[in-house]
């Protein structure tokens, strides 16, 4: 017992043992080579090759080491006349670290970014209280005080690394796995919380704090108007990378998972809008209401440009996926270079990359996993799932090694007022645009929805990022800028990420069930989605299911036979789910060990009828002899014939008595010409069952004969064979009740299976005094 238990804390320090091996392992390159300056990520634009690391100017590389340099002999260089060449003691080894440091350095930073991940995995205690978000962040302090330490300056995060390198994969892997359904049955709420959420928030924010500068004191007066609209427009944008890291954690609901991630990925075109619109009438002299006009309509050029980029790209890979069967290999290649040049080219015309890469993913999907084999579609969902985390693991390592490297300026008054007016925009923002959304929503948004969605509203890199590109001439208060954005960061990273888990968990907001889509549910999916387009063309309404309806017309007809190789762009969606559906079934089966050697004769489609049920065994019945047989007959026959008479004494009545009164005052006070007597109106169809018959009741035949009698003694053998007797209808006179008027031919036995139809017994009848119908109406 004792060995177990001093075993295990030297496990649980597994995760520390790693975490300080990777710090050591920085602390050589710090003193030894200075951790020189990465020209990317410096302030400076590039003019070398890039690198993860900076802090002085491009181009300084660090020399060897001084003991390695005494042993070097000079020797004239025989290439270029007055240059000395230097022999090595050895002459195949060395050291050139200039020639691998910027690759190596790039890998020591994944290297500790996973290995931070893996401990905070490895320790649930630690990650099921603080969200990972918020300890990458400590991580990323701690490392660039150490560095600092070392009196090395830290490395600070360009922009252009954050939106050209790390931002892209975070946001492919949420276009490409999006759940389209729920994104577009709730697309009207998302893009008013994205367009309209977002420009309320960065003109509130903007003019408040305009009017904060003013107050005497407070030595913000040199801060205009445009300065703090540019301001309010960085701040305002809910961060995509900050929500999923959050929200994924806590297992929130559908519905406010899509509309605080939505939020969050369409305001990039009115983040970008507005950053570039203040920015350049920041170097105007004077804004005229042309410049407003023109910078409204080109929300709508950078939005609706960036989707038209990512949907030209999506068809373009869609289409090469047609031709790659015969080479499996590159298959994922294209998947992730066509969704890169979407978001490149947007970028290039500074339109929305964010909404070319959604569109470019949601587009591609479904003709590109119709195309592609199963190895190629698990290459693409676990490489985006892995690029996307250590994206998003070292942008928020290098946001905190950039808190403490960056140069700060700090103002009470203008950070505290930005972190209040932040939240009251926010709050007000919500509760306004949730008042205007729930008069059109069938589902209505509750006051638990309306608070996890104002205060699921979180900062992130994009904010910071946006900030370190303003440029000094222009703002010479960047630094203020930057560290009031960073203290928004951390409070709603920290602040907001950290509580609200045991929020969500004590207002009982419903969360995320892990359910497997069944069959039965795509069918009735679909049967639900058929009918709701139906009454809505009945109604003459058309709405979202009219135009859904369109589109799935016209991809089935046209689109899927360009895009879709071989006969699986005529295969049903049902056929094709259930095909995807059985194959995902046969995939866990196999990795869980669950079934042994699996012939390969039998399709991997129809996994579950591998090991069929053992048939149930069949009784063996006693042989009996002719007399037990019939006897057994009489015995069953008797008491069938007894149950037979006791039938038809119960629904046996007066033969001829048309109609009780009531009845027949009720119809002849509707219809007086129609329910009058008539002489006679030929013969009644005429039904006999006979209960007593031998025959089982699945195999009843019909006879046109007609009957042998009229009483209600036990019918004859030859009767007895007659079973069921029907006649023929003639047709009747208009105007005639074929049922209520008698015909020649009645009689008691003739009505009696009649009756029996019609008739469900002795019922409590209304008074005769009261009509059944007034007459008159």
């Known amino acids: 017992m004792q060995a177990k238990g001093s075993r295990a804390p030297s496990l649980r320090a597994l995760p520390f043992l790693f975490i300080v091996a990777a710090l050591l392992g920085l602390l050589p390159l710090l003193h030894s080579h200075g951790l020189q300056p990465n020209p990317m990520l410096a302030s400076e634009p590039p003019h070398h090759y890039p690198a993860v690391i900076s802090g002085s100017e491009p181009g300084d590389f660090t020399a060897a080491p001084h003991d390695v340099s005494q042993e070097i002999r000079p020797l004239p260089n025989r290439t270029s006349p007055g240059h000395v060449k230097y022999r090595k003691a050895f002459p195949v080894l060395g050291i050139d670290y200039t020639h691998v440091r910027i690759p190596f350095e790039i890998s020591l930073w994944i290297l500790l970014a996973c290995l931070m991940k893996l401990g905070f995995h490895v320790i649930p205690s630690v990650s099921n209280i603080v969200p990972e978000s918020c300890l990458l962040i400590v991580v990323g302090l701690l490392v660039g005080g150490l560095i600092k330490g070392v009196g090395e300056s830290p490395p600070i995060l360009k922009s252009d690394i954050f939106f050209l390198f790390l931002l892209p994969p975070i946001i492919l892997d949420a276009g490409y796995f999006l759940p389209l359904r729920q994104f577009t049955e709730n697309l009207g709420t998302i893009l008013i919380f994205a367009v309209v959420g977002t420009l309320w928030n960065a003109f509130f924010l903007g003019g408040l704090m305009y009017a904060v500068c003013q107050i005497s004191g407070t030595g913000l007066s040199h801060i205009g108007l445009l300065a703090n609209l540019l301001f ?49 009438f920041a170097n105007f002299e004077q804004v005229t209401v042309t410049d407003i006009i023109l910078g409204f309509l080109s929300f709508f050029v950078v939005s609706l440009g960036g989707v038209f980029v990512g949907v030209i790209y999506g068809v373009i890979a869609a289409f090469t996926s047609r031709f790659t069967s015969h080479i499996r290999v590159i298959e994922p290649l294209f998947v992730f270079l066509y969704s890169y040049m979407a978001y490149l080219s947007a970028e290039l015309f500074h339109l929305s990359g964010i909404m070319a890469l959604i569109a470019s993913g949601v587009v591609m999907r ?44 700090w103002n009470w008054t203008f950070i505290i007022s930005t972190l209040i007016f932040c939240l009251i925009a926010r709050v007000l923002g919500v ?47 960047r630094d203020m800028f930057l560290t009031a954005i960073i203290t928004v960061i951390f409070f709603t990273v920290f602040v907001q990420g950290m ?14 069930q892990e359910t497997k889509r069944s069959i039965n549910e795509e069918i009735h999916t679909q049967f639900l989605d058929h009918l709701l387009t139906g009454i809505e063309d009945i109604c003459g309404h058309y709405g979202h299911h009219h135009w859904k309806d369109k589109l799935n017309r016209f991809n089935k007809k046209y689109v899927k036979k360009c895009l879709i190789a071989g006969e699986r762009s005529k295969e049903p969606q049902l056929i094709a ?18 079934l042994g050697k699996i012939p390969s004769a039998i399709s991997t489609v129809s996994m579950q009828n591998i090991n069929p049920k053992a048939l149930p065994v069949k009784r063996i019945l006693p042989a009996l002899s002719k007399n037990k047989e019939e006897e057994i007959r009489k015995i069953l026959r008797n008491n069938l014939q007894k149950t037979r008479q006791r039938i038809n004494n119960y629904l046996t009545v007066p033969a001829h008595k048309l109609d009780s009164p009531t009845m027949s005052r009720a119809r002849i006070g509707s219809d007086p010409l129609a329910y009058e007597p008539k002489s006679d109106s030929g013969n009644l169809p005429i039904i006999t069952i006979d209960p007593a018959s031998p025959q089982s009741p699945e195999s009843v035949d019909l006879v046109n004969e007609e009957l042998k009698g009229t009483s209600c003694l036990p ?33 008691p036995s003739n009505q009696r299976m009649m009756r029996c ?21």
């Not at 095909?579 to 669950?594: T, Y």
């Not at 019918?715 to 029907?726: A, N, R």
């Open 431 to 477: 509760l306004g645009l949730t008042w205007f959304i729930n008069k059109f929503r069938i589902v209505k948004l509750t006051p638990k929805d309306q608070f996890i969605i104002a205060y699921g509203g979180l900062r992130g890199a994009i904010a910071f990022s946006l900030g370190y590109l303003l440029d000094y001439e222009h703002f010479g208060m």
């Open 715 to 747: 019918p004859s053998p030859e009767e007895d064979e007659e079973g069921l007797v029907m006649h023929v209808m003639e047709p009747s006179s208009p105007g005639t009740d074929n049922v209520f008027t008698p015909g020649a031919s009645d009689s």
């Open 577 to 594: 789910f259930y095909h995807k559906m059985e194959m995902k079934q046969a995939i866990e089966l196999v990795e869980s060990g669950g």
């Open 232 to 280: 309010g427009s960085i701040i305002s944008a809910v961060d995509p990378v900050a929500v999923l890291a959050v929200f994924e954690e806590i297992h929130i609901n559908e519905l406010l998972h899509i509309l605080v991630f939505g939020e969050s990925l369409l305001n990039d075109a009115v983040t970008v809008v507005l950053y570039h619109l203040f920015e350049e």
């Open 366 to 409: 479904p003709y590109v996993e119709a195309n592609i084999s199963h190895k190629s579609h698990t290459t693409i969902k676990y490489f985006l799932k892995m690029w996307s985390s250590v994206s998003e693991t070292l942008i928020f390592i290098f946001l905190g090694v950039s808190t403490v490297a960056g140069q700060h300026y």
């Open 499 to 512: 509580t609200i888990r045991p929020l969500v968990d004590l207002l009982a907001v419903k969360k995320k």
């Open 757 to 777: 139809l019609s008739d469900p017994g002795p019922q409590p009848e209304p008074e005769e005094g009261e009509p059944f119908i007034p007459k008159g109406k």
